[in-house]
């Protein structure tokens, strides 16, 4: 069992950056695949970036290139950094964690955070 909590949500204008962070709890053993999944009101929740220790993270093409997630702490810590923020970037930002990718990449987890909001301004 694994416990997920996210910080760092905040409003922003367009262009801005922020940085959220995922604090894991709980199982620290287990290699878990790990992913910011968001959901913006009365849209589908939509993958954004997923990270395994010790391999290449991944990225949905809608933030590839201003998104950057990594592992820190001993791996106890994810962080995304997000810069060149846009409008449409405005939703609720979730922590993810899940023992394969397929079901991260679907926007599926077995494991949750209770998200953090994320508002961009024009």
């Known amino acids: 069992q694994v416990e997920l909590k996210e910080s760092g949500g905040g409003s922003v204008q367009a262009g801005g950056s922020l940085w959220l962070s995922c604090t894991r709890s709980g199982d620290l053993t287990t290699r878990y695949f790990m992913a910011w999944i968001r959901q913006a009101p009365g849209k589908e929740r939509e993958w954004v970036a997923s990270?395994?220790?010790?391999?290449?993270?991944y990225y949905a093409d809608s933030v590839k290139g201003r998104f950057t997630i990594s592992k820190v702490n001993a791996n106890n810590t994810m962080l995304l950094q997000i810069d060149s923020l846009r409008p449409e970037d405005t939703a609720t930002y979730y922590c993810?964690?899940?023992?394969?990718?397929?079901?991260?990449?679907?926007?599926?987890?077995?494991?949750w955070g209770q998200g953090t909001q994320v508002t961009v301004s024009s």
């Open positions: 990270i395994r220790s010790y391999r290449l993270p």
């Open positions: 993810a964690a899940d023992f394969s990718c397929p079901g991260l990449a679907r926007a599926s987890a077995k494991f």
